[in-house]
């Protein structure tokens, strides 16, 4: 367990050699997994520029490491904490224990802790059923590099900054708090959208 460490290679460091020692000694049904969580996008205007960027810079894990127990991890610019925390699965929800395995409540200032938390379950994610925070597994499949903006029923594909502004330019200006995520399934039906892209909407 590291708490509260200045060094973030070295957290890094004795996360992997700890995780590696649980991964030869233990079996788990479920097998070792990583679930990482997703902040989503944000868009903000800096120097009449405006700019995708994620919601937040916390960067939070949940790793299975066995049939009871999970690391749970956050990392926030220099500093970072982690535990392990006892979990029970049964009918797809996951149930975080109250307390971690040393009985604290507590263990991070950072965000907000999970103790106590029920999770929708799947091999591809965890969904927070208290405040719906979706968390990834970190599959080694190829990251996808763009994302879309629907305006005027009319789809803008975005692969980079300069294809931001070229959209951008045409319905200034801008308010950045019509720029709506849309429902994965909708932008399919309706656009034609694969689902695993994100999709926003200028109303």
């Known amino acids: 367990v590291v708490t509260n460490m200045r060094k973030p290679k070295f957290i890094q460091l004795i996360l992997l050699l700890t995780l590696l020692g649980i991964m030869i000694s233990c079996k788990t049904n479920y097998g070792f997994q990583t679930y990482v969580f997703d902040s989503g996008l944000k868009f903000e205007k800096y120097n009449g520029i405006v700019k995708p960027h994620p919601q937040t810079t916390t960067k939070k ?5 066995s049939d009871s127990t999970l690391n749970y991890t956050v990392l926030l610019g220099d500093i970072g904490a982690s535990t392990t925390i006892k ?5 797809e929800i996951l149930k975080i224990d109250t307390v971690d395995i040393y009985n604290r409540k507590s263990f991070q200032g950072y965000t907000n802790e999970i103790f106590g938390y ?10 927070d059923k208290k405040n719906g925070e979706k ?69």
């Open 87 to 91: 979990y029970e699965l049964k009918n």
């Open 61 to 65: 894990s949940i790793v299975i490491v």
């Open 135 to 203: 968390y990834y597994t970190n599959k080694p499949k190829e990251k996808p590099d763009h994302f879309y903006i629907v305006y005027k029923n009319k789809v803008h594909r975005i692969k980079s900054q300069r294809s931001a502004d070229r959209i951008f330019r045409k319905i200034e200006p801008i308010d950045t708090s019509r720029l709506k995520i849309l429902n994965k399934s909708i932008a399919k039906s309706k656009y034609g959208i694969n689902e695993k892209y994100k999709t926003f909407e200028y109303k």
């Open 118 to 127: 029920e999770f929708k379950y799947s091999n591809d994610s965890l969904i």
